[in-house]
């Protein structure tokens, strides 16, 4: 239980406006996890992450079995990045949204919470007493659990309650949206391919078709709709959406069907709702497929969505209900490279907005039925690059690459080293045949398999 007799008003008014680290790390940090549930023998400092000479400020977890965290300082739980509100020089540490600080602490967090004795951490928080913000990890997938938050006297226990609610009770799910702005880029067959592999991997999968026109995902498994449908969920609120699911089966060697994952199919009603009069009636607008999927984040590893093209309703539903954003892209399609740059600055950050806590985020792109030659890659690699160029707006200054992009094309390039390796699904015969026999490909071709095996270890296994 949150521990109510601490005075949050006295500990906030203790702290210098001035503060560094270690007064920050005594003065705020270890009554935080206190509030949060954790004893002083539950908590270790300076903890190695196995990463280098990575040290995270704090590694907490609740002791179990006579196993005391600060004695065995093994699986760590949830880890804590601090800072002070200055530096040792008195220069001011802001930690607000995309400020410098801010990114480089992000960017302390997510590669702790990845590191080789960290793998059991779920959670991750940063904070210098002015801001504060909580993490969440799934598999490979670091995201923003909370929106970055100025606290202060009024909001500060509501912070603490509602993180103590989140790192109390997390969801087994991750919900993937696969989204490009063009088409033809293979997300249906990509979601099809991924939601087999992963369960190949024993991992428990929800399919979602929120396509109204097209529904090719729901008729290339061959699934039928149900007596209730998606489209009646949206706006009937008595109806149960887990009657919409239907089960993806196939046939073993012995004829016995065997489930592989769950689908929840696309309709012939959802069409209607592209009416602006339809939509209307949706209450909560795109929030409605976010609210009606929040009930399956404990019963599934993985919920993926097959989002339509284009930036509707459903579109901006889908993405609106992701934890993450995946992006399929073709090396010799520039539009769908290019539209990374819509998803990605204006799309995500429109639906950020609505949302206010800091989801989704977006995945880097990939390559989607890649078949390169030398000259075509060069001319994929300069168009990303004109992508990436930010024209200063100094005359006479030479053209920069847009830090904020970069990630996203080029996720292996670091200073000194300019990787541009981009993850890649070369193009094969089989997969679309293999859509005609209503059978994933994953499972007609061991190379298919393996690429799409290393497409999810690449975005999504750890391990």
Not at 38 to 59: L, S
Not at 212 to 219: K, N, S, V
Not at 241 to 269: A, E, M, N
Not at 368 to 387: A, P, V, Y
């Amino acid at each position: 239980m949150l521990n109510t007799n601490l005075n949050w008003n006295n500990i906030l008014g203790s702290i210098p406006a001035k503060a560094h680290e270690p007064i920050v790390s005594n003065q705020f940090v270890v009554p935080l996890l206190e509030a949060l549930g954790f004893n002083n023998q539950e908590r270790f400092p300076q903890f190695g992450t196995g990463k280098g000479a990575d040290k995270v400020d704090f590694a907490v977890r609740k002791n179990n079995d006579g196993d005391i965290f600060l004695t065995s300082k093994t699986n760590p739980y949830l880890l804590v990045e601090v800072k002070g509100r200055a530096t040792n020089a008195g220069v001011t540490i802001n930690l607000s949204q995309n400020t410098p600080y801010y990114l480089a602490t992000k960017e302390q967090i997510q590669r702790y919470m990845l590191a080789p004795n960290c793998k059991t951490t779920q959670w991750g928080i940063i904070t210098n007493s002015n801001h504060i913000q909580l993490f969440r990890r799934h598999g490979k997938v670091v995201i923003p659990a909370t929106p970055n938050v100025l606290i202060d006297h009024n909001n500060i226990s509501n912070v603490i309650a509602n993180i103590k609610h989140l790192i109390d009770n997390p969801p087994k799910a991750l919900t993937v949206c696969l989204y490009n702005d063009k088409g033809g880029v293979g997300k249906t067959t990509t979601t099809i391919n991924l939601a087999a592999i992963l369960w190949k991997q024993g991992k428990k999968v929800l399919v979602v078709d929120f396509d109204p026109q097209q529904r090719d995902l729901t008729e290339l498994l061959g699934i039928k709709e149900t007596s209730v449908k998606l489209s009646d969920c949206l706006i009937n609120r008595s109806l149960d959406i887990r009657d919409t699911i239907q089960p993806f089966q196939l046939l073993d060697k012995s004829g016995k069907k065997i489930k592989l994952f769950d689908v929840i199919p696309s309709d012939s009603k959802l069409e209607n709702y592209m009416d602006h009069d339809y939509e209307a009636k949706i209450q909560k607008g795109s929030g409605r497929l976010q609210d009606l999927l929040r009930v399956f984040v404990n019963d599934y590893d993985y919920i993926l969505i097959d989002a339509p093209t284009n930036w509707t309703f459903f579109s901006k539903s889908c993405v609106r209900a992701s934890d993450v954003v995946l992006i399929p892209t073709k090396h010799t399609n520039f539009a769908s490279i290019k539209n990374v740059f819509k998803v990605i600055k204006q799309f995500i950050p429109e639906v950020q907005r609505l949302r206010n806590d800091s989801g989704p985020t977006a995945l880097p792109i990939f390559f989607n039925e890649h078949k390169q030659t030398e000259t075509s890659i060069q001319r994929t690699h300069l168009e990303i690059k004109n992508i990436l160029t930010k024209k200063s707006i100094n005359n006479g200054q030479p053209a920069v690459l847009d830090p904020d992009l970069l990630p996203y094309y080029y996720p292996r390039a670091k200073k000194g080293n300019f990787d541009t390796t981009i993850f890649s699904i070369p193009e094969y015969a089989v997969v679309s045949s293999a859509a005609f026999a209503r059978v994933p490909a994953v499972f007609k071709n061991k190379n298919v398999a393996e690429y799409y095996l290393g497409l999810a270890k690449e975005y999504f296994l750890y391990g």
